[in-house]
């Protein structure tokens, strides 16, 4: 039975809570047996914000033990594997340390705050030799996997084209600190680049716009162009200032020579450039779910993981840190290494 600690229950936190219990009451041999959090006794009885719902608003924790403190909670539990679902500004040191004393480690996205602290986490992964995965949930995400399947099969020929999109209201509290969170483009829009990674490979360049609107929060609006030696024309798009009733939404449209994918956040539409177009049949189940039940069955049967490495995720960012680096020269090609 594989021992679990939760650290963390906002948003995130309770969205991986949630997937949990379900996993439990499926069979999967697990048990969540602890949740440690500094604000622990207020969350509990409280909602989280987020841009999705997560399964309730108050949540009964009776049947978990409760941590204010992580060391606390290593003292007092015997676990395998710890799930990291604190603010980004944290989780290299805790990942690093909790690696190194012998803990599994599944981790919220974005990896680190920095490249260079995603690449401690990647090398305290080697000489710890325990498992370390990063939530890239899109890579999971069956509107996503769909898309992945026919970029890399050529069933529509090669990708011409590419536009990626996602968009929410403003978040809280320590989302709008640069300096902890790295802003929109760090916090939600790697989520498009670490797919279009992915799909394509490193670009070898990136060219993005960014425009400030929150005081404090770096860049709240950003367009990435991403160029590519064939000559594809990939661009993805963030935006966390949209109020009133518009909610979240996150989708992709990608041309083919022989036809073009669209995904609507909900389902994905397939427009064959010589026929009826046809709408694909796809997983019920979040990447959120997907991702958690992969990283889980690698620790259990002792697989590597091989969707979404360490390395991988944290070469992600460095995409991003170049796309920062791009946006604060105004739009500057900024080649990547």
């Known amino acids: 039975m594989l021992k679990i600690g939760l650290i963390g229950f906002g948003f995130m936190g309770r969205m991986h809570f949630d997937n949990y219990v379900r996993l439990t009451e499926e069979g999967h041999p697990i048990v969540l047996k602890a949740i440690c959090d500094l604000r622990i006794e207020e969350l509990k009885d409280g909602k989280a914000d987020g841009n999705m719902n997560t399964a309730q608003e108050v949540y009964d924790l009776t049947a978990y033990n409760l941590y204010d403190d992580l060391e606390k909670m290593i003292a007092n539990e015997e676990l395998d594997m710890i799930d990291i679902a604190v603010p980004t500004y944290l989780h290299a040191e805790m990942a690093c340390s909790l690696l190194e004393r012998g803990y599994h480690v599944f981790c919220e996205k974005p990896m680190a705050r920095t490249s260079v602290e995603a690449q401690k986490m990647v090398e305290a992964a080697e000489r710890s030799g325990k498992k370390l995965m990063i939530g890239q949930c899109l890579r999971f995400w069956p509107g996503y996997e769909y898309l992945k399947e026919v970029v890399e099969t050529e069933q529509f020929g090669k990708v011409t084209e590419g536009y990626f999109y996602r968009g929410s209201g403003a978040p809280k509290d320590w989302f709008l600190d640069e300096k902890l969170s790295g802003g929109c483009i760090v916090d939600m829009h790697i989520h498009d680049t670490d797919m279009i990674n992915y799909l394509f490979g490193r670009p070898d360049k990136v060219s993005t716009l960014g425009r400030n609107v929150l005081p404090g929060s770096g860049y709240d609006i950003a367009s990435t162009h991403y160029f590519y030696k064939d000559a594809k024309v990939i661009n993805a798009q963030v935006d966390w200032t949209l109020e009133g009733d518009f909610g979240f939404y996150m989708g992709y449209r990608v041309n083919f020579e022989r036809g073009n994918v669209v995904f609507d956040g909900s ?67 900024i080649v990547l290494n």
Do not use: H, M
């Not at 460095?318 to 090609?333: F, L, R, Y």
């Open 267 to 333: 389902g994905v539409k397939v427009n064959p450039n010589d026929g009826a177009g046809f709408t694909v049949e796809l997983s019920p189940d979040a990447g959120y779910y997907r991702e958690l039940v992969y990283f889980l069955d690698a620790i259990i049967q002792d697989k590597p993981i091989i969707i979404c490495t360490p390395e991988s995720a944290a070469e992600s960012l460095e995409i991003i840190e170049a796309e920062v680096q791009s946006a604060n020269a105004e739009g500057e090609w």
